[in-house]
């Protein structure tokens, strides 16, 4: 459907440009505009018409979420280790979405088990969860010391006297010391 709109959008902006005269910034801008407002009227169109007849799933649940692989429910493909990149390139939807439209419950990944269970192993190997509570550690010290070092700042300048009256003080007699001199 995404060369459609291509093609749709080359074929307005063309009969647009040729009646009115852009230049090679405004026919960009045009292009996006134009490009831009198909895809909403296209989304907004299909939630109306098409996908009330698609919202049955292509494939049920439990053959949708294998261990090895997952399968898309709208349009049945399957192989794949994870839906996310799937969903959002294909049928430009969210993952929310997709949950709510097929009733899977948050508990559910959209991944295959044994992808999400290498992917815990391997990043126990690396001691990453260690990296991160240290990380973690390592950034609240830094706020506790940020919210700390203004509060003892005040502290310090209000005991300490202004060095601004002191300087004042000590221009004046500065100034008559000096004697003054007239030249001729």
Excluded at 41 to 48: D, K, P
Excluded at 70 to 94: D, F, P, Y
Excluded at 124 to 148: H, M
Aim: proline share 5%; net charge positive; glycine share 4%.
């Amino acid at each position: 459907m995404a060369s459609t709109l291509l093609e749709l959008t080359a074929n307005i902006v063309s009969s647009h440009a040729s009646v009115s005269e852009m230049s090679g910034e405004e026919l960009l801008q045009e292009l996006q505009k134009v490009y831009s407002a198909l895809q909403k009227l296209e989304t907004v169109t299909g939630e109306t018409g098409e996908e009330a007849e698609v919202k049955a799933p292509a494939i049920s649940l439990k053959k949708a979420f294998q261990p090895d692989q997952v399968s898309c429910m709208i349009c049945g493909k399957t192989g794949m280790k994870t839906l996310a990149r799937h969903l959002a390139q294909v049928h430009n939807m969210k993952p929310g979405a997709y949950r709510k439209q097929f009733g899977i419950p948050s508990t559910q990944a959209l991944t295959a088990k044994n992808f999400s269970e290498a992917r815990r192993k391997m990043a126990q190997e690396r001691g990453l969860a260690d990296n991160l509570a240290k990380a973690r550690a390592v950034r609240a010290a830094k706020i506790k010391a940020k919210t700390a070092a203004p509060e003892s700042a005040v502290k310090a300048a209000k005991a300490a006297p202004k060095p601004a009256k002191a300087a004042a003080k000590a221009k004046p007699a500065a100034t008559k010391a000096a004697p003054k001199t007239k030249k001729a």
